[in-house]
């Protein structure tokens, strides 16, 4: 039976439940680490590389904090990440604002915190003129259309609300230019957890190609490409993760042929990958509380969907070890379900795991990102904590979990006394 292998022993593990109640999410703050300088390694060879990390996949000050560290940047795309990017001390161009459907509120404090701007849509450059004014850097997201395959996670690009037409990508920037703006970069974001790192190079020659064509018709320098995410992590065992290597070798050559041939250089090179920086390196510990034998086996946990919603929403894989049954023979099938009033609300289908019985350890594997950020309300359940493996082997609190007084913090229970039915 293929395996994961976790950060803490069986009896790590116990000792931190025995403090911090089921279920929870904890993140390993040393693998995240190497794997952050092992990204802005490999990329060594473009002058002013930058990784935004994608405040999205885990939105906690603590995790942010630690990637700062490591020299990231913050890609955001709503107000209150524009906030947590402020409350750590992320502000100017460490900051990418990626959003659509924008309120003028979210270009303001975007604009306010120096934040290079990237613009979804035509329209949105009046708008945010109009609203926030214009800023001397602006960039604008492409969408391929057909050009470009995208995935189940993501949609295909000409079915998505993102970005601009590559007629439209001409004539923003041709508007942008007649306003005054003088600084500029490109963005796009085709794809979502994806394997293939030819992928990613293909990308990046899309882009390098737009980039020379642009120029030389429009007569304007671009900066910088942020070629976005979208490299994904080996959910399942047999996976084999991206080779990074790959990828930064391929878009080497790109960017000699392309950029340097053409007389673009020097292009700075951005990335805002979120899954593969902390994916891997977060998990989501829960107990058995129930087993049921009806028409099927289901080992219910204390976890559900508001803890971990990638299974039910995209029917995704996410390994389950079970410490100290690793050993034993994997021979008993399982639907892992939660406790929500929703028939999907279900971590594995006919999963082989070995017998499970209650107060089993069940450790939920690569929430590190779109785990926590995804948790929700729903049945009135409450999120749970986040916890943070030091490298020291410490574990500290990064976010408490939620009590009943936070989930009624928004209801006027007195107004009910004044309330007529």
């Known amino acids: 039976m293929a395996s994961k292998i976790l950060p803490f022993s069986g009896e790590q593990l116990k000792q931190i439940i025995k403090r911090y109640p089921t279920p929870f ?3 390993c703050e040393k693998q995240m680490r190497e794997n952050a300088r092992r990204l802005i390694n490999v990329f060594s060879w473009a002058n002013g590389f930058k990784e935004y990390f994608a405040v999205k996949a885990t939105p906690n000050p603590y995790i942010m904090k630690i990637l700062h560290a490591e020299g990231f940047g913050a890609d955001c795309s709503s107000l209150t990440e524009l906030l947590l990017a402020e409350k750590v001390q992320i502000r100017g161009e460490n900051i990418m604002f990626s959003s659509n459907d924008t309120p003028a509120e979210e270009f303001q404090l975007a604009k306010k915190l120096g934040a290079i701007i990237n613009v979804d849509d035509i329209s949105h450059l009046a708008y945010l003129e109009k609203y926030a004014g214009l800023p001397e850097l602006i960039c604008f997201r492409y969408n391929p259309g057909n050009v470009k395959r995208g995935n189940a996670i993501i949609g295909e690009p000409e079915e998505a609300k993102y970005g601009l037409t590559k007629e ?7 508007v942008a230019r007649e306003k005054g703006i003088r600084r500029f970069g490109m963005h796009t974001m085709v794809i979502s957890n994806e394997l293939n790192p030819h992928y990613f190079i293909d990308t990046a020659e899309m882009l390098f190609n737009l980039v020379v064509e642009i120029s030389q018709k429009l007569d304007i320098t671009f900066e910088f490409v942020n070629l976005g995410g979208g490299i994904g992590i080996p959910y399942k065992p ?10 930064s070798e391929g878009i080497k050559e790109k960017y000699d042929t392309i950029i340097r041939v053409n007389n673009c250089h020097p292009l700075k090179l951005y990335l805002e ?5 902390t994916g891997p390196y977060g998990y989501l510990v829960s107990k058995v509380l129930h087993i049921k034998h009806t028409y099927k086996k289901f080992a219910g946990l204390d976890a559900c969907m508001v803890n971990l919603m990638r299974p039910a929403l995209y029917g995704a894989y996410h390994h389950i070890t ?10 008993h099938l399982y639907d892992v379900t939660g406790s929500l009033c ?3 609300d279900k971590f594995a289908i006919d999963r082989k795991l070995p017998e499970l019985e209650p107060e089993d350890i069940i450790v939920i594997h690569d929430t590190g990102a779109h785990g926590h950020a995804m948790g929700f309300n729903y049945n009135g359940k409450l999120r749970s904590a986040e916890l943070l493996l030091r490298e020291n082997g410490e574990v500290f609190e990064i976010r408490r979990r939620e009590t009943t007084d936070d989930y009624f913090i928004t209801l006027d229970f007195n107004g009910l006394e004044s309330f007529r039915t």
């Open 238 to 247: 047999e996976d084999s993760p991206v080779d990074l290597n790959t990828i």
């Open 322 to 331: 079970v410490p100290g049954k690793e050993e034993k023979d994997h021979n």
């Open 168 to 174: 439209q990508m001409f004539e923003a920037y041709t």
């Open 273 to 277: 990958c979120g899954r593969m920086i």
């Open 342 to 344: 929703e028939n999907n």
């Open 25 to 27: 999410h904890i993140y």
